[in-house]
């Protein structure tokens, strides 16, 4: 008979920044979860506005109140903001779970949220990163009609090609992934680490675990996903006005930064492990010379008409970027 698997230790690793509206309800969503975590390690960017105080507040309750002491609850203060991604590295690299869940401040999550994600990892040793969908909700808390998933626009051939373990290659077209969702295991940070400048925490974790093994998700929404205006990192809308506000919004910086995460990607790749397949690291070095092309298309909209075609005809749009919607932001955005 097999042994059954260990149950993986749930560190929780939340960060914050001026969070005092909502921390402590997130807070509690997380000390009350069927499934609960051994440890909370909660990262401070240098908050103003009282974020620390209410945290250990509702900490204090949660013990005073029958929760359990032993839970290693541990606060780090940043004198100086160090920015989003820094601030969640540096609270991964202090969990000392077999599983990490990364926690926005503002968020709620469902009840059964981790023991859904631990039963996955369980399931399936060789999972790297998993995440989910959410639930939309306004400020108050009150739903917005919509979930995560719908909001970006993923389609069924997105979600079939992750599931089918080509998640690379999803990946290398754009993003997908929502760090608020998300749980990965300890060793995918260490595999990461340092997160380059050029990404954000979340997407550059879901890459490097589809790259050197594997990642997926769950249909369900398990957190409900707050946007209230002040978010630090909000979800951006792919329907028809979300679409038509990108053709009119100046191109430069946008394509600057998908070549330097590409230029990045490149560097790091090669030293990753395990390294990723040859066939991985070629489609890298062909995403690098896509985003050269697009990054250095002229002013002109009529003299970039070539260039433009040219990437169409040869794939680039399709397995590196949105395809139409990309040529025809290429061809028209301002600079």
């Known amino acids: 008979m097999m042994e059954p698997a260990l149950q993986p230790t749930v560190s929780v690793a939340l960060c914050t920044f001026n969070g005092a509206a909502y921390v402590g309800e997130q807070l509690r969503s997380i000390l009350s979860q ?18 620390v105080g209410i945290v250990e507040q509702v900490h204090a309750a949660w013990v005073a109140d029958g929760g359990d002491p032993a839970l290693d609850f541990r606060v780090i203060r940043n004198a100086v903001a160090l920015g989003v991604a820094a601030n969640f590295e540096q609270a991964l690299s202090a969990c000392s779970g077999d599983l990490l869940a990364l926690s926005d401040q503002d ?10 994600m631990v039963g996955e990892f369980l399931r399936r040793p060789e999972l790297q990163l998993l995440h989910s969908d959410a639930r939309l909700v306004g400020g108050d808390g ?9 909001t970006l626009g993923i389609t069924d051939d997105e979600k079939k090609g992750v599931h089918e373990g080509r998640a690379f290659n999803v990946l290398l077209r754009r993003n997908i992934i929502t760090g608020a969702t998300a749980v990965v295991r300890r060793e995918l940070v260490d595999r990461a680490r340092p997160f380059p400048a050029a990404w954000v925490h979340d997407e550059w974790l879901a890459m490097v675990a589809a790259a050197t093994g594997t990642m997926d998700f769950l249909d369900d929404a398990l957190i409900d996903y707050r946007q209230h205006g002040g978010n630090q990192i909000g979800v951006t809308s792919l329907d028809a006005a979300g679409r038509l506000s990108r053709l009119q919004a100046p ?11 590409a230029e990045a990607l490149d560097e ?21 010379a896509h985003e050269r092309v697009r990054s250095a298309l002229p002013g002109s909209r009529l003299r970039r008409v070539v260039p433009v075609l040219r990437q169409w005809r040869t794939g680039g749009y399709a397995r590196f970027g949105l395809g139409p919607q990309d040529v025809l932001r290429d061809l028209v955005q301002p600079l």
């Open 34 to 51: 069927s499934t609960r975590p051994s440890e909370i390690v909660v990262s401070d960017d240098a908050s103003t506005d009282g974020t």
């Open 251 to 261: 191109r430069t910086q946008r394509n600057e930064r998908l070549l330097a995460r």
């Open 142 to 150: 009150t739903s917005l009609g919509t979930t995560l998933f719908t």
């Open 268 to 288: 790091r790749a090669p030293g990753l492990l395990p390294v990723p397949p040859d066939a991985y690291l070629r489609q890298i070095r062909a995403k690098v």
């Open 107 to 116: 968020d709620v999550w469902a009840p059964g949220r981790l023991q859904a």
